[in-house]
């Protein structure tokens, strides 16, 4: 009996994927008739079942200022290609602290946006500033 897959299943087997790497993952996506390839480029923050039939390997990017993640099962149909873009040395196996890392930088940023002054004009100075504007205009 032959098994007959989309996938070469030899070339992802040999594939070394870690925690700490940089990957772009081609996905195809189907939209009526056509499918298309779609990147999606992150950090690959847990690798889990090694090389077996349900390994999967969860990779996190920032979109928009929002993190979004997605868990990959490796040997799926729907990854095109799988390209390892940087090599991080990193000293953990699975790297879920980042998401608290970087909601700690956003509430950091969101704190230093609070502490600003506020420089908006007042609605008289803005009343006060319009006929000043249109007399320098003729």
Same mark, same amino acid.
């Given at each position: 009996? +032959? &098994? *007959?897959? %989309?996938?070469k299943i030899a070339d992802r087997k040999n594939f070394d994927i870690r925690s700490g790497d940089t990957v /772009?993952?081609? *996905? =195809? &996506? *189907? +939209?009526?008739? =056509?499918?298309?390839? *779609?990147a999606f480029e992150g950090l690959v923050i847990a690798v889990k079942h090694g090389k077996e039939a349900g390994a999967t390997f969860t990779? @996190? /990017?920032?979109?928009? $200022?929002? $993190?979004? +993640?997605? &868990?990959? %099962?490796?040997?799926?149909p729907m990854i095109d290609s799988i390209e390892?873009?940087? /090599?991080?040395?990193? @000293? @953990?196996?699975?790297?879920?602290?980042? /998401?608290?890392? #970087? #909601? =700690? +930088? &956003?509430?950091?940023q969101m704190r230093n946006i609070r502490a600003l %002054?506020?420089?908006t004009p007042s609605e008289e100075e803005v009343v006060e500033e319009a006929p000043a504007e249109e007399a320098k205009a003729e």
């Amino acid at each position: 009996m +032959e &098994i *007959q897959s %989309p996938v070469k299943i030899a070339d992802r087997k040999n594939f070394d994927i870690r925690s700490g790497d940089t990957v /772009r993952v081609w *996905q =195809k &996506i *189907q +939209e009526k008739d =056509k499918i298309r390839l *779609q990147a999606f480029e992150g950090l690959v923050i847990a690798v889990k079942h090694g090389k077996e039939a349900g390994a999967t390997f969860t990779v @996190r /990017r920032v979109a928009s $200022g929002v $993190g979004v +993640e997605k &868990i990959f %099962p490796l040997y799926s149909p729907m990854i095109d290609s799988i390209e390892t873009v940087k /090599r991080s040395k990193v @000293r @953990r196996a699975k790297l879920y602290h980042v /998401r608290d890392k #970087a #909601a =700690k +930088e &956003i509430r950091r940023q969101m704190r230093n946006i609070r502490a600003l %002054p506020d420089n908006t004009p007042s609605e008289e100075e803005v009343v006060e500033e319009a006929p000043a504007e249109e007399a320098k205009a003729e």
